[in-house]
């Protein structure tokens, strides 16, 4: 009995030992399998991160994704494109432009081009990532970092120029990877165009550009520094009492070993009461910047490492320099150390109705050194091999045959003359119809030799780029009675030699024959000595829903109106339009001084248009003396009530662009600029 109780106890002590070791057995197979389980997430944790590492790497590619292409020539035609020497490189970067085709339509351009003068080839690069269309911008070129290009501002504007728009945004282009980056910091320039910029070191210089927002263009006079180095803008602030150059825009600015050389530009001068006139200069001032001597030393650097001081130019011998121009921004010449000059443009208001502009060709150089000189730089006619040689007219004389010489007697030689009110010259060389270069000549006399046929027509805003020793000119613009012709010419010329000119590219541009040759626009202005007798209190009606644009047999303001329906009567879209019409020059006099301007009140309005009014006012009634006056005045009052909803939608329009209300006030004192007689591209 006891042997079978034994042998019971001993099976039961074995079934417990095996079901505690095959707990022991669950519990290690569990943590395995937890320890295999927390593994695998680690390592899908891993490849998640690595996924997604790998798409932010794949979407930044394909947002960098740079498309180059071989194109057959120069970019297509345009204006205030840039043409920039490559810093480290044989090559010519083109960047941007504008174009005004023939139907009125404004076509603005964002893309890159690449010149190399060995293959005479182009190539065109394209990135997702990139600066917007955009014109009369600035670049300028660093070596450092395998070369850089940097943009900044510019302008914009929609297709029939209703709406503008300036930047103020800042781009580096990489050369070595063709790829676009932006810089954002929170101190920069305001929006601008027609602006330059030069590299000293590893600073940018900007100065001066126009800020245009609809009513008035405000020209700048405001010098930045940009560090390349921390990626830092700074306002250079001087005192009230240091001189420094008048606001200005498209002028030339070129660095030198102590600073920057700036000489002429264009502005607008503002009168009250009367139109716009615009201003050509041809002050000389050099910006002297000198390291202070802790930064000079290699100690510490101040919050200031140097100083910068604005130095006018005394004007030198009139004898060799340009006539007075505009529209002739130098390039450099670095291994001369000379800014080459080549074109422009003369714009003399003979009288209040009408403009006369003559258009240059000629080239010259301006050495930057000491107290700075002109040179004429005149090409040299080849020497005839063997025999004798005929008797030709004087050999010196190398300009082309179109165009007159300067009159340099009456060119004053003004040595010590700090004015910055410049007069155009009594006499400008003058130019006749232009002449396609190397086109085939009819006249027994003209040698086919005289590297002066090889000239480019004369132009203004052309594309200059001095590169080693060769200066390239691409483009520009010319006009013809009221035509205006953007070229697409691309001529090259060895400065060292000053032989001939090779033209790389012939213009395909025909320039019309039997139209006026200088541009002269109908002054409509009204006049603005009104008197102040019979103004009475203005009580101003309530807003009205109907937008009436004046002006009989008006193309412009018909097509001003259809485009307004086609658009549902937007008021938006109507005030847009209407800032274009006001600066339409072809608008008639009726049309100009019976319309109300954006700023202007109604006891403006009235003043300056009181004897229109007066005058229709007598064809519709019998009143006479200041009962007419009083008809007058109701016929004023309504017209304007008529436009009141649209003037204050343009008035938030420009409050928006940053005009307050004493800007839009001074505007609208100016009067009616839309017959000003000049070119948008003048700015």
């Excluded at 197979?29 to 997604?52: M, S, W, Y």
């Excluded at 080849?382 to 010196?396: D, L």
């Excluded at 109908?522 to 102040?532: G, K, S």
């Excluded at 307050?660 to 000003?676: H, L, N």
């Amino acid at each position: 009995m006891a042997k079978k109780k034994s042998g019971k106890d001993s099976t039961k002590s074995a079934n417990k030992a095996a079901k505690k070791a095959k707990a022991v057995q669950k519990v290690e197979r569990k943590e395995k399998k937890k320890a295999t389980k927390t593994k695998d997430e680690f390592e899908d944790d891993d490849q998640d991160l690595e996924r997604i590492l790998d798409k932010i790497k794949r979407e930044w590619e394909e947002a960098h994704k740079v498309t180059e292409e071989l194109v057959e020539g120069p970019p297509s035609r345009r204006a205030n494109a840039t043409l920039t020497p490559c810093p480290n490189g044989n090559h010519l970067w083109s960047i941007g432009g504008e174009f005004f085709s023939d139907d009125g339509k404004a076509h603005f351009y964002g893309d890159v081009y690449r010149y190399s003068p060995e293959k005479n080839e182009w190539r065109k690069f394209i990135s997702p990532t990139c600066p917007g269309p955009r014109s009369a911008h600035a670049v300028v070129a660093s070596p450092a970092g395998g070369g850089k290009l940097y943009l900044f501002g510019g302008e914009f504007s929609s297709l029939y120029q209703n709406s503008f728009h300036h930047y103020r945004d800042f781009w580096c282009f990489d050369i070595s990877t063709h790829t676009w980056e932006r810089i954002e910091t929170k101190i920069r320039p305001t929006a601008r165009s027609g602006h330059r910029m030069a590299m000293w070191k590893h600073y940018i210089v900007l100065f001066g550009g126009f800020y245009d927002p609809g009513i008035k263009t405000n020209y700048l006079n405001d010098l930045w520094l940009f560090d390349t180095q921390e990626y830092r803008w700074k306002q250079v602030e001087l005192k009230a009492t240091e001189r420094k150059p008048s606001p200005r825009s498209g002028f030339s600015f070129l660095p030198a070993p102590e600073g920057i050389l700036l000489h002429g530009g264009y502005c607008k001068e503002y009168v009250k009461g009367s139109r716009p006139v615009g201003v050509m200069l041809d002050d000389t001032w050099f910006l002297r910047i000198s390291l202070n001597s802790e930064t000079a030393n290699g100690g510490k650097s101040s919050a200031d490492p140097f100083t910068l001081k604005w130095e006018k130019r005394k004007k030198t011998s009139t004898a060799y320099a340009p006539s007075l121009r505009s529209g002739c921004t130098m390039a450099l010449w670095a291994a001369k150390n000379v800014g080459i000059l080549f074109g422009g443009v003369t714009d003399e208001d003979t009288s209040e109705e009408t403009m006369d502009s003559v258009f240059h060709n000629d080239l010259y150089g301006y050495h930057m050194m000491g107290n700075g000189r002109w040179t004429s730089m005149q090409l040299k006619r080849p020497k005839k091999k063997g025999g004798p040689q005929k008797k030709k007219a004087p050999a010196q004389r190398t300009r082309p045959e179109f165009e007159d010489e300067v009159d340099e007697g009456n060119e004053e030689a003004s040595s010590g003359e700090e004015n910055n009110d410049n007069k155009t010259p009594s006499k400008p060389s003058m130019v006749s119809p232009p002449k396609i270069a190397n086109a085939p000549q009819d006249d027994d006399g003209i040698d086919p030799d005289d590297p002066a046929l090889t000239i480019p027509i004369p132009r203004y805003n052309a594309m200059l780029a001095v590169l080693r020793n060769t200066l390239y000119i691409y483009g520009g613009i010319f006009e013809k009675g009221s035509r205006e012709y953007t070229l697409d010419d691309f001529h090259s010329l060895q400065l060292d030699k000053l032989e001939r000119y090779v033209c790389l590219k012939a213009s395909e541009i025909v320039i019309a024959e039997g139209e006026e040759e200088s541009s002269s626009d109908e002054d409509e202005d009204d006049d603005d000595d009104d008197d102040d007798d019979d103004e009475r209190t203005i009580d101003e009606r309530d807003e009205t829903e109907s937008v009436t644009v004046v002006g009989e047999d008006e193309e412009k303001e018909v097509e001003v109106l259809e485009t307004i329906e086609e658009e549902k009567d937007s008021l938006r879209v109507q005030a847009a339009a209407f800032m274009g019409v006001t600066k339409d020059s072809t608008r008639s006099a009726e049309d100009v001084i019976s319309t109300p301007l954006p700023g202007e009140t109604l006891a403006m309005f009235y003043a300056r248009s009181r004897e229109y009014w007066a005058q229709k006012a007598y064809g519709t009634s019998d009143s006479r003396g200041k009962q007419l006056r009083r008809d007058g005045f109701s016929l004023a009052e309504e017209r304007y009530a008529d436009y009141k909803p649209l003037l204050e939608e343009v008035e938030r329009i420009l409050a928006e662009a940053g005009l307050d209300e004493e800007e839009m006030r001074k505007g609208a004192a100016a009067g009616p600029q839309g017959a000003s007689g000049q070119s948008r591209n003048r700015r």
